[in-house]
Each structure stands twice: as structure tokens, then as C-alpha cells.
């Protein structure tokens, strides 16, 4: 039995790894700052797991106590996805240990991964998204900034990081299209559409100008009441309070624009490779998610109106 002064010190040693397997992902591989902490938070159920169970010897860890651990996560309430993207980011930290000398053997990479399920991403109708774009009222504080952000969300399929990203530089509205800083620090370019292009000239004649008082000379699309730069958190919950104004039910959030703007896309007939460079995927695996939610769709059509469904 490990006393509490050797859990301790064993955690400390692995938490000082996984700063320096963040450092090494930051610096090194450049990821973006969102992407590393996303690794960190990951590595905290590791991190716990490990001080838990008093396991001092993890940098050799047999089969048998990886399967363990995957059993945890699944026990602490994580859906399947996530205890994927869990055991990716063990997989990574454990391949910094290799590059760093001290893992011989990296049994994890024996683990499969459990099955991603194809979890069908909710998806809000047309008229869902005409409910949302449009619950800004004109006597609300921030009307034009937050239209302009719903608008840019949908236009776009940008995360929420996206948006909170783009510069005044970015945008181009006399040609239709903005750029998008996304993951790994790639840029993609993204059309805008009419509506969207109408509601970003509005905000930037009628209220920017005012919220930058303080500061003129802010490079950022999107600011706060002091001119200061959104963050996502903030990003989030615009959509949140106008979907709440708009009586729609679910889980909505930045990505539920992103994951509506994906579908319609498709359903309209847009290529698939096309709606995987606007989303900024790398693989055209993680696009063909939105394949499976138009069949979805049109399966539930043939069982409503088919008379032998």
C-alpha cells in the first residue's frame, strides 16, 4: 500500500509530464491553444485514475490495466466518443514518453479504441435556424453584434473559436467570403452569403464603432461592451439566450449551427469534399458524418409516408 506522501509525489511526476508533453504540443507541433488545453483536460481523468489507484508504475502499464481504465472512464459517466478521444490523447502522451526516452513499450497502442457510434449530431431544421437568426430584437443592447455572430455561425460553419478569432483583416464582404483560422492554425476560406453580409455592414457601421471607443484601434470583428475580444465562452452563450428567446428545446450551442449549416448544405445538393474544406476538416471521414444524418432524414420520411414502412 503506497503511503499518501508517495501518491503525492507520484502525481506530481506525472502532472509535471503532461505540462511538458502540452509545452511539446504547443512549441513543437504547433497546436493551437484550444487543441492543448482540450489534451489537458483529457489527461486529467488519466491523471486522477492514476493517483486513484496509487499506480506508480505507469510508464509500464500491461493490457490488462488499460482495459481497467477505459472501464473507469465509462463508469465516470463518459459517453463513447469521449472516452475515444480520451484514449487518443493517452496514445499521444504516451508517444511524447517514447520520443522522450522513458517508455520502452507503449502497450496502449495495443487498446482499440471503443467503436465510435454513429452518433447523429443534432441538427436544427430551416426554420428552426430562421427562429434563432432572428430573436435578436432591435431594442436589445447588442443587436447587431449578436445578429451578426448568429448570422457569421451559420453562414459559416465556424466554431465558436473561429468567430471569436476573426480580425476586421479577415473579412471581405465586397467579394462574399471571410477567413478562418482553424485548427492547427490552418486557414480556409468561407463565402458568405447575402444575409450574413448584410447583418456584419449593419454591425460595423451602427455599433462597433461605438464599443470601440476605448480602444480604435482593436483588430478584432467581435468585442465585447469595452471593446475588448469575445471569447468563445461568450460566443457560446449568445447562442444559448437567443435560443432559449426562441423556444427551441435541445442541447443547442455554436456547434449546433455548425452541424445545421453542414447538413443543409448536403441536403441541398452541395458535394461533399466542398462541405468538408468550408468546415476546415482534415479528413473527409469526420465530414461524412453529416452523410449518415441526411439518411437518417430521409429514412424517417419513407417510414412516415410509405405505406408498407
Known amino acids: 500500500m503506497r503511503s499518501e506522501s508517495e501518491k503525492t509525489m507520484g502525481w506530481e511526476r506525472l502532472a ?12 513543437e507541433r504547433g497546436l493551437s491553444q484550444n487543441t492543448v488545453q482540450a489534451y489537458r483536460r483529457d489527461l486529467e481523468h488519466f491523471c ?11 510508464h509500464t502499464l500491461p493490457l490488462s490495466r488499460w482495459s481497467e481504465y477505459l472501464r473507469y472512464l465509462r463508469e465516470s459517466g463518459l459517453a463513447s466518443p469521449s472516452i475515444a478521444r480520451n484514449l487518443v490523447a493517452v496514445k499521444m502522451f504516451f508517444r511524447f514518453l517514447h520520443l522522450e526516452g522513458k517508455v520502452a513499450q507503449r502497450t496502449v497502442e495495443l487498446l482499440s479504441s471503443p467503436r465510435l457510434w454513429q452518433r447523429i449530431p443534432f441538427v436544427l431544421s430551416p426554420e428552426a435556424v430562421e427562429k434563432l437568426l432572428t430573436a435578436p430584437q432591435a431594442d436589445d443592447r447588442m443587436f447587431f453584434r449578436d445578429r451578426a455572430i448568429l448570422e457569421m455561425l451559420y453562414a459559416t460553419g465556424a466554431r465558436a473559436s ?3 478569432r476573426l480580425r476586421l483583416e479577415d ?8 477567413r478562418c483560422l482553424g ?6 476560406i468561407v463565402p458568405l452569403g447575402r444575409q450574413a453580409i448584410a447583418a456584419l455592414q449593419a454591425y460595423l457601421q ?3 464603432p461605438i464599443l470601440c471607443r476605448t480602444h480604435p484601434d482593436s483588430p478584432w470583428l467581435f468585442v465585447s461592451r469595452t471593446g475588448k475580444p469575445l471569447s468563445r465562452a461568450c460566443v457560446w452563450h449568445i447562442v444559448k ?7 427551441l428545446t435541445g442541447k443547442i450551442s455554436p456547434h449546433t449551427l455548425r452541424h445545421s449549416f453542414a447538413t443543409h448544405l448536403l441536403e441541398g445538393g452541395a458535394d461533399l469534399r466542398s462541405v468538408q474544406e468550408m468546415l476546415g476538416h482534415a479528413s473527409l471521414r469526420t465530414t461524412q458524418i453529416y452523410t449518415h444524418v441526411d439518411r437518417q432524414r430521409l429514412r424517417m420520411i419513407h417510414q412516415k409516408f410509405h405505406p408498407r414502412a
Open 183 to 188: 485548427k492547427g492554425n490552418k486557414q480556409r
Open 48 to 58: 486522477r485514475w492514476v493517483t486513484e489507484f496509487g499506480l506508480a508504475d505507469w
Open 206 to 208: 451602427e455599433q462597433r
Open 162 to 164: 473561429e468567430v471569436a
Open 16 to 27: 509535471a509530464e503532461i505540462r511538458a508533453f502540452c509545452a511539446y504540443l504547443a512549441q
Open 171 to 178: 473579412v471581405f464582404l465586397d467579394h462574399g467570403f471571410c
Open 241 to 247: 439566450k437567443y435560443a432559449r428567446r426562441a423556444g
